[in-house]
């Protein structure tokens, strides 16, 4: 995104001043521009004209997708904007709910599967059993961890989660194996 700032154009030009006289100012006007945001490369520019840019480039700190926009062309920006968010989507958390029934039998590190809407599967693992029931529907939060290099998922999918657990101790028959008869 390209900015205009009065702040920004003084820092430039204190700069440039602070250039012509050397020594620990030109560290601390250098520095000040450092803190204001602007990269080496906008500096190696305002070096090289040897005049103040009248926008200046703000480079997202970190790669990845934009997944919200804050502002619009011409905007009035405040330092606390939120201009941009921009996610790492290399790797996803997918919530599923557990009943409590079966919180107990789940443990971060376990193997889950997750089958996008469309069939395909990815297998990840348990990052996080949430310490919480939800007071509503009464299940607790499962965070799982997927890689997802080909960004298959993306925020906001349904799938369905189907996670490695210990067993029940017990006999377990199929419901409809169970044959009534009488009392």
Excluded at 14 to 34: C, F, H, I, S, V
Excluded at 49 to 70: F, N, S
Excluded at 88 to 109: I, Q, T, Y
Excluded at 129 to 135: E, G, K
Aim: aromatic share 4%.
């Amino acid at each position: 995104v390209t900015i205009y700032s009065p702040e920004l154009y003084q820092a430039q030009l204190d700069y440039l001043n602070a250039r012509q006289w050397g020594g620990p100012m030109r560290k601390a006007a250098r520095r000040r521009l450092e803190l204001l945001g602007i990269s080496p490369r906008e500096i190696a520019t305002i070096e090289r004209r040897g005049a103040p840019l009248e926008t200046l480039v703000l480079r997202a700190p970190a790669d990845g997708h934009v997944i919200a926009k804050g502002v619009t062309a011409g905007a009035r920006i405040e330092p606390d904007t939120v201009l941009f968010e921009i996610a790492d989507l290399s790797s996803v958390w997918v919530h599923a709910e557990l009943f409590s029934r079966d919180v107990g039998r789940v443990r971060a590190g376990a193997h889950a599967n997750f089958r996008t809407q469309d069939g395909s599967v990815l297998e990840g693992e348990v990052a996080l059993v949430h310490p919480t029931v939800d007071p509503t529907t009464r299940t607790t939060r499962v965070r799982i961890l997927l890689p997802n290099p080909e960004l298959r998922l993306r925020p906001g999918m349904f799938g369905d989660v189907h996670l490695e657990a210990e067993a029940i101790e017990g006999t377990i028959v199929p419901r409809d194996a169970v044959i009534e008869a009488g009392e």
